[in-house]
């Protein structure tokens, strides 16, 4: 099948979504499927990383194209050249499948006729209702194979908001690849390392870790992520503490090697989770990639015990789990990791098993473009 995968924004950039993309473009190549990522230019450069090549960077094979939009950039001029040029490039494309997270590019798609997905990670505020009106628009269109989302709770909200059948949306949690090949990074201090991977946005839970840190002196906490404007303001506020170590960002595909040299990952979720620039709340219906990154590396992982993040994880089965706010708690749950390794070994291997089993990108590609065939062969039957 030939796959157009349309982004929102630069590739590559800091933001997590760009990875998202590069690992479900690999993950529908590695599905024996013909994949081109179409990504835009116009957006704002401080959004941009550059680097002499993007699938080292992101860490995935070279075996999908990847293609940028180009635009005008001028004055109220770039949106609109944008959308030509991209309904230029499907006319001449005519993919099979137009996947995408961007409602405005999958109405287009879907009015040239052409058969779409769009994935979803979050409700639509007062302040999106014109999104809301197309992603309405495009759910209900025709050629929509599919709505996918990340969460069983994001499903229930949106089929609520719009009234639609459960049966328009896949729920699909986020992923990520295996790391069996990957080597810990070595570290001259045996001091036990507790690790973050992350932005460092608003209820991404910097606020714990600044806590932990000062309570737990004998213990070394790694924080990977964040802009350099956001780690200079945390790192201001840890500037007494000695044992907290911003390695900033990180190319994705180094990340692994950072994260299986620690000895306890955390994942500190508030009960308001914010996105870039701030802005809204996603804790109802997040699905983080990291979960699933610490899923794949082996080691013990203590997290906010969070509704949603229930649908994955399991108190003393594949991970400790924490109330959010309750600094006491998690130091409490912290030592058990550290402090216990029958348990820390427990949990780590039951939620490798479970990645492995469930939540790779291959598994993820592979469970959601099942639904293309399904709806070719419901159209054939009508047919008849």
Known sequence: MKIAYVCSGPVPSLAANSVHVMKMCAAMAENEHQVTLLSPTYQADRAKVRVRDVFRHYGV??????????????????????????????????PDLVYTRVPEAALLAADLGLRVILERHDTFSEESKRYATIFEAVARHRNCVAIVVISHALKTELSKQFSLPGSCFIVAA??????????????ESNRPRAGYAGHLYSGKGIEVIDKLARSMPDVDFHILGGTADDIAAQSARMSGLSNVVFHGHLPPVMVPEYIKAFDVLLAPYQEKVSVSGGRGDVSRWMSPLKIFEYMASRRPMVASDLPVLREVLNHEVNCLLVPPADYDAWEAQVRRVLDDAVLAEGIAEQAYCEFLERYTWKARAENILRAVTQAEKSLEVQAA
């Open 61 to 94: 094979k070279r075996s999908f194209r990847h293609v940028t939009i180009p635009s005008i950039r001028l004055p109220r001029v770039a949106v609109r050249s944008h959308r030509f040029f991209l309904r230029s490039i499907l006319r001449l494309m005519r």
């Open 174 to 187: 986020d992923a990520a690849d295996r790391v069996d090949d990957v080597k810990p990074l070595l570290f």
